[in-house]
C-alpha cells in the first residue's frame, strides 16, 4: 500500500515563498514517478510538476517554471517542491501523487495514489 502525506502549506503574500513536503511510504520515490498537482476553488485539478529521480527527469507545468522546483531525497523518501516567487494564481490544495515507475504524463486518472493536500494561499 503507497501511502502519501503532504505538509508545508501556509499562507504568505505575494513574492513570498513556501517548501511543500511529500513523505511517501509503501515504494520507493527514487525508483518511481511522484507528482505534484493543484487544485484551486472552482477550477480542476491541474499537474504542476513530474519527477522521475531515477533518470533524473522532470518536467514543469508552464505556469510554474523557473519559480518552482522539485527535489526529493532519497534516505528520508520525500520529494520537496520549493515554490519562489509566489502569486495569488498560485493559490490552491496542493496535492502529491504517485505512480509505479515513470510518470504518464498530466492526466490526474493515470495516477492511482494520492495524498490529502495542503493549502497554499498566497494574499496580501
Known amino acids: 500500500q503507497v501511502h502519501l502525506v503532504e505538509s508545508g502549506g501556509d499562507s504568505v503574500q505575494p513574492g513570498g515563498s513556501l517548501r511543500l513536503s511529500c513523505i511517501v511510504s509503501?515504494?520507493?520515490?527514487?525508483?518511481?514517478?511522484v507528482a505534484w498537482f493543484r487544485q484551486a476553488p472552482g477550477k480542476g485539478r491541474e499537474g504542476v510538476v513530474l519527477?522521475?529521480?531515477?533518470?533524473?527527469?522532470?518536467a514543469y507545468a508552464d505556469s510554474v517554471k523557473g519559480r518552482f522546483t522539485v527535489s526529493h531525497d532519497g534516505a528520508k523518501n520525500t520529494v520537496y517542491l520549493q515554490m519562489n516567487s509566489l502569486k495569488p494564481e498560485d493559490t490552491a490544495m496542493y496535492y502529491c501523487?504517485?505512480?509505479?515507475?515513470?510518470?504518464?504524463?498530466?492526466?490526474?486518472?493515470?495516477?492511482?495514489?494520492w495524498g490529502q493536500g495542503t493549502q497554499v494561499t498566497v494574499s496580501s
Open positions: 519527477l522521475n529521480a531515477f533518470v533524473a527527469g522532470t
Open positions: 509503501g515504494h520507493s520515490v527514487s525508483n518511481n514517478c
Open positions: 501523487a504517485s505512480r509505479s515507475q515513470w510518470c504518464d504524463g498530466w492526466s490526474q486518472s493515470k495516477y492511482p495514489f
